[in-house]
């Protein structure tokens, strides 16, 4: 099994490429559907309590809590490929790469802070993210859990400032498939998926 992993700060796009494979019928695994989870075990709304509940799991089992509870879900998974969507830490990146060797590949997705605001704002998936100083604050919590250092050992860097067309055919090559290969035939569309969890 192949596991492609994608790493960026909020608006760069990982949500997008997560689609994209979906459409293609390649399974994806959220590392911020664990802490979704682990809210709802606890009675708790991941809604409210997702930052929270991140830093109680890291908390009680260690920096690499989120990345061992996604490894366990990935070796569940039946596929060829999977895509990882959203790692942050260091400590994560070594976690998959200890599990999965060279079957594990980082793909680092980059944009501009300006272009990345403007789609927070563009996007509407709550009431913050019209809100530049909460973009901003968002921004600084990832560069603290360590993800640039995690962008700057990726394998692959993807510029994601043009179309929407150029990106996707990009992410689909990284995936191995074709246009045609997603589920309905036709290309993935623009998604609203989460690209700013915060954990």
Same mark, same amino acid.
């Given at each position: ?11 760069? /796009?990982?949500?997008?490429? @997560?689609?994209?494979? &979906? ?12 802490? $979704?989870? @682990? ?6 709304? %991941? ?11 890291? &908390?009680?089992?260690? +920096? ?8 366990? #879900?990935?070796?569940?998974?039946? /596929? ?7 790692? #942050? ?22 944009? +501009? #802070? *300006?272009?990345?605001? *403007? $789609?927070?704002? *563009? ?10 100083? @909460?973009?901003?604050?968002?921004? !600084? !919590? &990832?560069? &603290? ?13 993807? =510029? ?18 074709? *246009?045609?290969?997603?589920? =309905?035939?036709? %290309? ?5 998926? @989460?690209? /700013?969890?915060?954990?």
């Amino acid at each position: 099994m192949r596991i492609l992993g994608t790493v960026g700060l909020p608006g760069s /796009g990982k949500g997008e490429a @997560a689609a994209v494979a &979906e459409a293609a019928g390649i399974p994806v695994v959220t590392m911020g559907d664990v802490i $979704r989870d @682990a809210c709802r075990e606890r009675g708790l709304d %991941p809604a409210q309590h997702h930052g929270e509940v991140a830093k109680q799991l890291r &908390e009680e089992d260690g +920096p690499t809590a989120i990345a061992d509870r996604t490894v366990d #879900r990935l070796r569940e998974v039946d /596929g060829d490929v999977v895509l990882v969507d959203g790692l #942050r830490g260091p400590a994560e990146l070594d976690r998959f790469r200890e599990a999965f060797g060279e079957s594990f590949e980082l793909v680092a997705i980059e944009a +501009p #802070r *300006e272009v990345r605001a *403007e $789609r927070a704002a *563009e996007r509407g998936r709550d009431e913050s993210d019209g809100d530049r100083e @909460a973009f901003e604050r968002r921004e !600084r !919590r &990832e560069r &603290e859990f360590g993800l640039v250092e995690v962008m700057e050992r990726a394998d692959v860097t993807v =510029d994601n400032t043009g179309s929407l067309a150029a990106f996707h055919e990009r992410v689909r090559d990284l995936l191995g498939v074709t *246009e045609t290969d997603s589920t =309905d035939g036709r %290309p993935a569309v623009e998604s609203s998926a @989460a690209d /700013g969890d915060e954990r």
